[in-house]
């Protein structure tokens, strides 16, 4: 399985599936979020709440909408109103890798999981989730890539995920 660390905006990214970084009540709202939402349009938020509450680490998928993906897997790595943990954030990761292999996934983006208002500091949560994708023994997926919005995250993203 290729691994890669890239720069842009995640709902601007083509792949089978791309990852939100949820909740456990999947509610859309800012962050990763806020901008699959903008990018997918109407609906995708009344479906994403509507497959949830979730368990923390767990995982819930959508439709992508107008997004150029088939898929929408939306991994709680965090309580709603909460914080996210080690835990969470390789439950959360190993949960989104699992479940884009059940759809037959090809490619998958994933953001940094439970790095942003989460809290969870980026260089361990990016060390914590490039561990996980270097454990992973793929069905299908053959292209995974760690998305990073500025060049300041993806180079800690980059340095923290060499560390595996």
Known sequence: MNFDVVRGDIAAQRADALVNAANTGLAMGSGVAGALRRGA?????????????VD???VAVTDAYDLDAEWVIHAAAMPRGGSATAESIR??????????DELGCTSLVLPALGCGIAGFDLREGARIIGEVIAEYEPASLTDVRLIGYDGDEVATIREATREN
Not at 41 to 53: C, F, L, N, Q
Not at 91 to 100: I, V, Y
């Open 56 to 58: 923390l680490g767990g």
């Open 41 to 53: 349009g109407a609906g995708i938020d009344d479906e994403a709440v509507s497959k949830g509450p």
């Open 91 to 100: 439950d959360a990761t190993a949960n989104s890798l699992e479940r884009a």
